[in-house]
């Protein structure tokens, strides 16, 4: 922080609200607030804005930052290729190293039967050309009446129309006339919402058959796919029973179905394995990554094509009609390949799995045992907190209070970046955190759940 960024606060947030739209921001309301806080640069797990604060990256930028800021490594990998070949793209019979590279690279670490990707520069154009190969495909095997894709209900699977679609965000959907025809949402395994009174097992047994429900309302011929995120991330860190995708897959498979994961938040070490999939026993035809494969520094996603897929869209499809113009951007290439090449060296996914996660397990368990708080949960290095008004009935404050957004607030205002989706505050660290950081998380949430109580007490 220099005198100058302090000075510049006020400047920069006069021209931000004057001239910067942001993504989902209520422009109104963040002005008569004070306006934004200003990031100005970032170090390790913490981030600083144009005051001089230094705040514990609890989010990890966008549930992406998992090598943490800071790492020259990856700086000079996207220096070294904009010298070389800055952009050239993969249309009309060219490619170029990075791509070549990175597509083997995920080809390897991707579970047995992925042998092909197509790059995109974010998520939510992972999952249109998910829709775009789904369709395809049942075109190509002489099927076009499958044409419905199941969804769930608070999913989210990005900001395009069809990423919308496919999410499950009503908000979304009703501001855009969405979701786009064909797609259709049965309802989340979220159990401390939807299952409190029934065992783990069941509850996941009971969601996942809603899925069979729904293929036999609409009919097995014309259902082609199910897509869902093997935890669901923006939607509040929902951990699904054990019994739940395991039923799924047996239902994809017993009615031909394609099953998608939408691997954007869980893959690369997310949740102790490269591919989330592997920990729930998935094995999904398609799979869709973005985020951590380039660690947030470049814009960076795509589609990973199961074989299944693959072996028909290439072998029979002609051209595939679909594409960005930059895909597979030599730059953020260099930058996956660079970000998986220091996952390996510092064997990040494996501690992860053996030390990280069962380190956070443990003290982020912790603040259950605090007065407005109902439940924790966590795996990987992914974590949510629910808090209600009172802890045995699970009664949550009035939706009006605002509790999950004040605790927000209070968090911020104390170091610590926390994620609030209605009353359910989440977390989601970079995944270089050490045990001192996850207890200053720890310590910071648990002040800051005091403070929400303490101000939601004198209303
Ligand atoms: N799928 C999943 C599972 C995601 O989490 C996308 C697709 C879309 O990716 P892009 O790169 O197009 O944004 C995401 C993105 C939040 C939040 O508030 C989460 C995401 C994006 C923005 C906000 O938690 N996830």
Not at 327 to 352: T, Y
């Amino acid at each position: 922080m220099t005198e100058n960024t302090v000075k510049r606060t006020a400047e920069w947030k006069s021209e931000d609200h004057r001239h910067y739209l942001h993504p989902f921001t209520d422009h109104k309301d963040l002005g008569e607030k004070g306006g934004s806080r200003i990031i100005t640069r970032a170090d390790g797990v913490y981030i600083y804005d144009s005051e001089g604060n230094r705040i514990l990256d609890g989010m990890a930028g966008l549930w992406c930052v998992n090598l943490g800021y800071g790492r020259t490594e990856l700086v000079d990998a996207a220096a070294a290729q904009m010298r070389e070949l800055p952009y050239y793209n993969s249309f009309f019979q060219c490619t170029h190293p990075p791509a070549i590279e990175l597509s083997e690279r995920l080809s390897e670490l991707s579970p047995g039967n992925f042998n092909h990707v197509f790059f995109t520069g974010s998520g939510s154009e992972a999952n249109d050309t998910q829709i775009r190969l789904i369709r395809r495909y049942w075109d190509l095997q002489g099927q076009p009446d499958r044409m419905t894709i199941i969804a769930r209900k608070n999913a989210y699977h990005g900001s395009t129309l069809g990423g919308a679609s496919l999410g499950g965000m009503s908000a979304m959907h009703e501001q855009m006339v969405l979701p786009v025809p064909g797609i259709v949402h049965i309802e989340q395994p979220y159990q401390f919402e939807l299952g409190a009174d029934l065992s783990a097992a069941d509850f996941g047994l009971q969601q996942a058959r809603l899925l069979e429900k729904k293929i036999l309302e609409i009919g097995a011929d014309k259902v082609a796919a199910f897509i869902g995120e093997p935890v669901q991330g923006a939607g509040g860190v929902i951990i699904p029973p054990d019994t739940y995708w395991p039923e799924i897959q047996r239902i994809c498979d017993e009615y031909g179905i394609l099953l998608v994961a939408d691997e954007v938040i869980t893959a690369f070490g997310r949740l102790g394995e490269w591919f989330g999939s592997t920990r729930f026993g998935m094995r999904p035809d398609l799979i869709s990554f973005a985020k951590g494969v380039s660690s947030g520094y470049l814009p960076l996603g795509g589609a990973l094509v199961g074989d299944r897929v693959a072996e028909v869209v290439i072998a029979e499809g002609g051209e595939f009609a679909h594409g960005y113009t930059y895909s597979g951007h030599p730059a953020a290439c260099a930058v996956g390949l660079a970000v998986l090449k220091i996952m390996q060296r510092e064997k990040i996914v494996e501690r992860v799995r053996e030390h990280t996660e069962p380190y956070f397990h443990a003290r982020f368990k912790t603040l259950e045992d605090h007065p407005i708080v109902g439940e924790v949960r966590s795996i990987g290095l992914v974590g949510a907190i629910e808090i209600v008004k009172d802890k045995s009935s699970r009664e949550r404050f009035h939706k009006d209070l605002g509790a999950g957004t004040r605790c927000r607030d209070f968090c911020v205002n104390n170091g610590l970046v926390m994620r609030a989706v209605g009353n359910t505050m989440i977390v989601s660290p970079p995944l270089v955190v050490e045990d001192k950081h996850i207890d200053e998380l720890v310590e910071k949430a648990w002040k800051c759940l005091d403070l929400t109580a303490a101000s939601l007490a004198r209303e």
